[in-house]
C-alpha cells in the first residue's frame, strides 16, 4: 500500500488554524513564506514515501535486535538515515545558531507527522534527538552547546532520554541511578536504566544520553534528581571523537509493535557524566522538553491513524464484495460502497482530521508563546499550548489505537494477516498512549498542573474563544455551520461543567476527580479537535465561496460537521461519568477488586 | 500470570439469569442438578487451569507453521488435546444418543468461556468441532450422523467450516468453489478454501471438513451453493480409517493473533464429499449452526476480556509505583490504589460480567427453544434467542478488543512487551469482531432478519421485559436499585427509538438505516448485558439479605451500578448517531472518501 502525505490538508492548517497571519508578522518567522513552507512539506512528503515508507514492513517484520556486541538494525534503515542526514531534515525548527532552520513549529509539526506516517520506528530516532536538543537548549552550559548541538542538529549525532528504570517508571521518586562526583566537574553515573529508544545503534557516530540520576546526598524523591549527559564516545577538545564511554546494551526488547525501533536496557557501569544545569533540578529541564516530547507523540498518534486510514481507505476501493444495501445494483461492488464500511472510514478520517487540526493550532500557541513581542501575548499563548499539550497527546494516541482497531475491521480476515499490513499499525499504535507519560500522567497533568493551578482560569479563557467560535458559526446561514454550532456549544457546556466540577471539588475529594481524569481529558481533546474542524468549517465555507479548491473544502466542511454529529456528542456522557460516577466507580472498585 | 475460572460467577448465571428454574424442569434437563452443573464446571476449570493455560503463551511463541508436509502445532497442544478428549469435554452439550452428556447450553457456554480463556488457540479446535457436529445434527442423513457424530462427540475426529475464498469473504454468491456429481452419490470437490481454522493438524486421528460448494448448473449466487462432508482420511464400511482424500494444505497463515491455531489455505484437487442435506440449501444449513457458531465466538470475546483482567489485576496489585493522590500515604503504593487504574479495572470487568451474563441468558432462551414443552414458549424463546445473538457475537468481541485495550494500559510499558504476556491478548482479540460474519455482518443480521422480519415484534417483546425488570428494581427501596432502573428505562428508551427508527426507515431509506447498524448492535448489546447485570443485582441484593456469599454479592451490586453509570449512558448518544446522524455520515462519505 502506497503512502500519500496529506500535504493540503497540513498546509490548510498551518495557514488557518496556526496563527500563520499573526507568526508571520514576527521578526522570528518574517522570512518564512506560506510557499516555502509548503514546499518543504511537499519536499519532506517525497522523501518519506520514497525512502521512509518502503522500509516500514519489512523493518517490522526483520526488527532491531542485539547480536551480543552491537544493535543491528533492520536493513536499509542505515542508509536511509544517511540520507535523512544529508538532507537536512533533523535541523527543521531548531535555532538558526546552531545550524537550524528555525521554521514554526507548525511546519516542524507537518513534517514529524510524515516521518513518522512513512516509518514510525525510523521516526522515533529524530524524535529523540529532537528531545536531547531541546533540553541543551533549554539548560545545557554555553560549552555543552557549542559541543554537541551542531552535531545532534545536524543529525550526525542522535539523542536519548534515560528516566525508566525497572522499579521506576511513571514514579520517577523511585530512581537509583547514582552519580558520583569524581571531583574534575564530572560525575561516574552508574545504575540499569531501561525502555531507552534507540538506546544503541551504529546509524549514527554518536549518541548522546541524557540520563536522569541522584547525586549522594541528594534529597529524596523527586526532588534529588539531577540530568546528565552521558556520550556514547567522548568527544575530544578538538571535536574528533575519542574512546567509548561505560555504557553497555544489555539487551533489545521483544514488542509488540515499532519492532524496528530499537528499545534498549542500558547498564552504566561508572560512565562519565556531565551535569545539565543544576544539581537536583533534572526533573524541572525535563518537564520543559517534555512539553515537545509529548507533543511529538501525540503527532506520531496522527501519523499512525492517517497511515492506517490510507491502508483500509486502498482496501476499500479494490476489494469487490457483496450487493449494495439499498438494492442499486445486482452486482457486487467495492465494499467503500457499504455504509458500515463508510462508517468506519469516514470516523478514522474524521478522527485523524480533527486531532490533525488540534495539534497545528497548538504549535501556533507554541511559537507564540516563544516569540510574540507582547509579554502578556506571550503568557497567555504559553498556558493555551500548555492547557493542550496533554490532550494532543492523550486524546490523540488514544483515538489512534481506536483508528487503527477501525483498520483491522475495515479489512474483515485480511487485516488480521500480517502481510497486509493493516496489523503493524494496530500493534505500533498500542505504545503511543503509554510512553511519554501514560494517557493517565497526562490526565494528572491536565487536572493539576493546568486546570487547578490557575484555578481553571486557562480552560474558562478557552471555553470563551470556542464561543466565539460559535458566535461565528451562527453568523452563517449554512446548515452545517448551525449544526456544528449547537453541537460545539453543548460539548462546551459539558466541558465547563467539569471544569467546575474539577475546580471545586478537588480539594475537597481528590479521589473522585482523580477517578475521572482521564475521562476529562478525553472530553477536552474531543471538545478541542471538534473546535478546530469547526473554526475550519467556517475558512472552508469562505474559500469555497471563492471558488478555491472546492472538492478539499467540501470535504472539509462534511467532515467537520461529521465529527460534530459523531464525535462531538461523547462530551455528554463523559461528563456524566465525570460528575455523576465517581462514587460508583470508586465503590465499584472496593467492592469488587 | 496464574488463569483463575471466574465460577462463582458462572453458577450464580446460570442459576438466576439463563431460566433454571424453567429448565430444569423440562424432560430434557430433569436430571441435571444445579449441583452437578457447578461441579462439572469447577472440573472443567481444574483442567483448563492445570493443562491449557500453560500453553497460551508459548503456543503463541511457537505458533503454527506448515513444513511442507504436515502442519505441526506448538509442543504439548497434541497431549493436550489427548487429555481433552479422554476426559470427554468435547461432548458436554451434544446428545446422549451421540455420547454426548446432554447438558443445558448454558453449562457448556461456561465451559467454553473457561477453555478460551486458558487458551484460545487450543479451544478453537473445539469450537469448530461443535459447529461440525451441528450440522451434521440438523442435516445429515442417518447414515452420516452414524459415521461420524460419535466420534465427532468424542473429539477423536475434529471439524472444519469451509466457507471462505479469496475472492469470497462475506460475499458467500461469488464462492468458486465446484463439485462434480460421481454418479456413485459421492461429489469430485475442487477449488481453493482460505481461512480454515485448524484445517490440518495431526492431533486428531480425522477431519472432517464441512465445505460450501456448487453443483453444476446450480443457480447463480447464494441459491445454489451446496454443504458436502469432505473427510481428510476416507472411512471404510467397518468405521477404519482408510485413504487420505485429494485435499492438500497449501499454507498455514502468519497472523497477528491465535498463532498456535492453523490457519490453513486448502486445495481440493477432486477431493470426494458427500452430500450433507439437499442440493442447493448449504447456506441455510450453514445458517442454523452460524447461530451456534457465532455465540460460541461471542464467547470467545468474554473468555480473553476475562483473562485480560485477571493479567492486569494481577499486575496492578504487584506493582508498586506512585503515591495516592489523596496523600493518603507518603510511600509509593500498588499502582491498583490509583484512582485510573481503578477505573481501567472496573471497566474491564463490568463489560465482561454484562457479557458474561447476557450470554448465560441468551443460553437459556436457547434451550427453552429446543426442549420447552409448550411450541408457543418454544417460538417465543427462539425468537428471542436468535435476536440476542448477534448481540452476543458482536457486543461482547468489540468490547473484548476495548478491554484487551484497557488491560495493556494497566501495565503501562511492561504492557508493550511481549514477554509480560498483556500483548496476546490484545492481539488474540482483534480476530472475533471479524470471524464468523464481521460485526457488520451480525449488524445486518440484527436490522434484517431480527428486526425488521418481524416488524420489531421481539425487539419490542425484550424492551418490555427489561420494563419489568425495571419495576421490579424500583420497587426495592436501595439506592443502587433506583440508580440502575433510571439508567436502564434511559438506555430502553433509546433503544425503542432506534427500533422505530429501523423498522419505519428502512423501506424508505435503507442506506441511512444501515449506516447506523453497528451503533444500533452496540446500543442493543450495551442494553441488554446491562440489563442483566440489573437482574444480578436484584437477585444479588435477596441474597445478601439472606447473608448468602455477601463478598460476592455486594461485588455483583456494586459492578451493576457502576456499568449503568458508566457504559449503559452510552447508549444515548448512539441513538443520537443512529436516528440523528444518518445523513452527515453519508454525506461525509460521499464528500471525502
Avoid at 221 to 233: A, E, N, R, T
Avoid at 334 to 360: F, S
Avoid at 422 to 439: N, W
Wanted: charged share 20%.
Amino acid at each position: 500500500m502506497v503512502f500519500s502525505a496529506p500535504v493540503k490538508d497540513m498546509v490548510f492548517n498551518i495557514e488557518h488554524l496556526s496563527g500563520w497571519a499573526e507568526l508571520c508578522h514576527l521578526p522570528q518567522f518574517q522570512d518564512v513564506e506560506l510557499e516555502t513552507a509548503g514546499a518543504i512539506i511537499e519536499e519532506c512528503a517525497r522523501f518519506a514515501e520514497e525512502v521512509l515508507a518502503p522500509l516500514n514492513a519489512s523493518g517490522d517484520r526483520a526488527a532491531s535486535h542485539f547480536n551480543g556486541e552491537s544493535v543491528v538494525l533492520p536493513e536499509g534503515f542505515k542508509e536511509a538515515y544517511e540520507q535523512f542526514v544529508d538532507t537536512g531534515w533533523q535541523s527543521l525548527q531548531h535555532p538558526v545558531e546552531f545550524g537550524g532552520q528555525g521554521l514554526p513549529r507548525a511546519v516542524g509539526a507537518a513534517c514529524g507527522e510524515i516521518f513518522n506516517a512513512a516509518n514510525m520506528s525510523f521516526a522515533l530516532c529524530p524524535l529523540l534527538t529532537d528531545g536531547a536538543i531541546d533540553a541543551l537548549l533549554t539548560a545545557g552550559s554555553d560549552e555543552q552547546k557549542q559541543t554537541y548541538l551542531h552535531n545532534l542538529v545536524a543529525g550526525r549525532w542522535t539523542g536519548t532520554m534515560n528516566l525508566t528504570e525497572p522499579q521506576a517508571g511513571s514514579d520517577l521518586s523511585l530512581l537509583r541511578t547514582r552519580a558520583e562526583p569524581r571531583g574534575d566537574g564530572s560525575y561516574a553515573i552508574s545504575g540499569t536504566k531501561i525502555f531507552i529508544t534507540y538506546g544503541d545503534h551504529e546509524q549514527a557516530e554518536n549518541i548522546v544520553h541524557l540520563v536522569l540520576a541522584r547525586i549522594p546526598g541528594a534529597p529524596a524523591g523527586v526532588k534529588g534528581i539531577s540530568l546528565f549527559l552521558v556520550p556514547k564516545y567522548f568527544v575530544n577538545a578538538d571535536g574528533s571523537l575519542g574512546g567509548r564511554n561505560a555504557v553497555r546494551t544489555v539487551s533489545i526488547e521483544h514488542k509488540l509493535g515499532i519492532r524496528a525501533s530499537p528499545t534498549a536496557v542500558l547498564e552504566y557501569e561508572g560512565a562519565t557524566g556531565y551535569l545539565i544545569g543544576e544539581e537536583n533540578r533534572g526533573l524541572d529541564i525535563m518537564f520543559i522538553m517534555m512539553n515537545s516530547a509529548r507533543f511529538a507523540v501525540g503527532i506520531q498518534g496522527i501519523a499512525v491513524a492517517e497511515r492506517a486510514y490510507q491502508q483500509a481507505l486502498g482496501y476499500a476501493r479494490e476489494r469487490v464484495q457483496s450487493r449494495p444495501v439499498d438494492g442499486s445494483s445486482n452486482e457486487s461492488v467495492a465494499i467503500i460502497r457499504h455504509p458500515d464500511v463508510r462508517r468506519l472510514l469516514t470516523r478514522m478520517r474524521a478522527v485523524t482530521e480533527g486531532c490533525r487540526a488540534l495539534a497545528a493550532a497548538t504549535a501556533g500557541w507554541h511559537d507564540l508563546a516563544r516569540h510574540a513581542d507582547d509579554p502578556d501575548r506571550r503568557a497567555e499563548a504559553k498556558a493555551v499550548a500548555e492547557f493542550l499539550v496533554p490532550l494532543v497527546k492523550g486524546y490523540s494516541t488514544e483515538m489512534s489505537v481506536d483508528v487503527a482497531s477501525c483498520g483491522i475491521q475495515v479489512h474483515g480476515g485480511m487485516g488480521f494477516i500480517e502481510e497486509t499490513g493493516a496489523a503493524q499499525h494496530y500493534r505500533d499504535a498500542r505504545i503511543l498512549p503509554i510512553y511519554e507519560g501514560t494517557t493517565a500522567i497526562q490526565a494528572n497533568d491536565l487536572v493539576g498542573r493546568k486546570t487547578l493551578r490557575d484555578g481553571g482560569r486557562t480552560a474558562y479563557r478557552i471555553a470563551e474563544m470556542i464561543a466565539g467560535t460559535e458566535a461565528e458559526l451562527n453568523a452563517s446561514d449554512s446548515v452545517p455551520a448551525r449544526v456544528v454550532a449547537r453541537k460545539l456549544a453543548r460539548a462546551r457546556e459539558a466541558f465547563l461543567a467539569v471544569v467546575d466540577f474539577v475546580v471545586l471539588e478537588t480539594p475537597r475529594d481528590p479521589q473522585t476527580v482523580f477517578a475521572g481524569s482521564v475521562p476529562y481529558l478525553m472530553l477536552a481533546g474531543n471538545l478541542m479537535a471538534g473546535w478546530q474542524l469547526a473554526r475550519s468549517l467556517i475558512v472552508a465555507e469562505a474559500e469555497l465561496a471563492r471558488g478555491v479548491e472546492p472538492e478539499f473544502m467540501a470535504a472539509k466542511i462534511a467532515t467537520a460537521r461529521f465529527y460534530a454529529d459523531h464525535i462531538l456528542n461523547e462530551a455528554e456522557v463523559l461528563r456524566e461519568r465525570i460528575v455523576e460516577g465517581g462514587e460508583s466507580m470508586l465503590g465499584a472498585a472496593a467492592a469488587a477488586l
